[in-house]
């Protein structure tokens, strides 16, 4: 089992073998004054967190778990293209490093052969009430291993051998490069082409509504295109997929 170093990597890029979180570690060295980008990765996390709070299984060597914290550009930025960027960025290098293309399900996770193996959340940081970074937290399950019963239909792994240390450096790299164009939708055209739920039935929970329908696409501010079962169209730039029909 080969783990994460601190070997060849970037002076703005920490390795931990263990932290409990990956993103209460980078607000840590944001709020010590570090200067940004910089990124944090571990072998594991015991308290690592995604969307709404729930619980990330983050097991000791067959992940890797990353924060990365940036600047936020002046006027702010667009979260829906911020989180499809990074969500686009990461599945490019997953296939330049390993050849495997994953897809994108909407809004922040990446899939192989129809299991969850990444999560993407973004959070913004406030100074004195203004927006002034974005901490974006990763988990990547390479390697197999034992899961939850809860977990083992959900989610699942890269399952091949690849340098760790390459891998987060290459994302980091490309998250840098690929950062300023986000706002721009340079991203979309992959995004798009790659999109898990595309052309399939769902059922998406928006506030206490749940719209079901087909999927048609991605918009262009990274909002999933619905079409309901009366015909309607919908253009969600938030909600969250709680079923999808195969």
Known sequence: ???????????????????????????????????RPFAVVANQQTAGYGKFGRQFFSPRGSGVYMTFVFDVPTGGFDAGLLTTGVAATIARVIFEVTGIQVAMKWVNDLYYQDRKIAG????????????????????????????????????????????????????????????????????????????????????????????TGKIVGVGQRGELLLVDDSGSSHALLSGEVTKVNF
């Open 1 to 35: 089992m080969q783990l994460l170093t601190q070997n060849n990597m970037p002076k703005n890029m920490t390795v931990f073998d263990v932290v409990a979180s990956t993103m209460i570690k980078g607000r840590d060295m944001l709020n010590a004054g570090v200067a």
């Open 120 to 211: 993407i959340l973004a959070e913004g940081i406030l100074t004195a009430g203004q927006l002034t970074q974005v901490s974006i937290g990763v988990g990547l399950n390479i390697l197999a291993t034992v899961v939850p019963p809860e977990l083992r239909d959900k989610i699942g792994a890269l399952d091949v051998d690849v340098d760790k240390n390459v891998l987060v450096r290459q994302i980091f790299t490309a998250l840098q490069a690929d950062f300023a164009g986000y706002q721009q939708g340079q991203h979309l055209a992959y995004y798009q082409a790659h999109a898990y739920l595309t052309g399939r039935y769902v059922s998406v929970q928006v506030g206490q509504t749940v719209i």
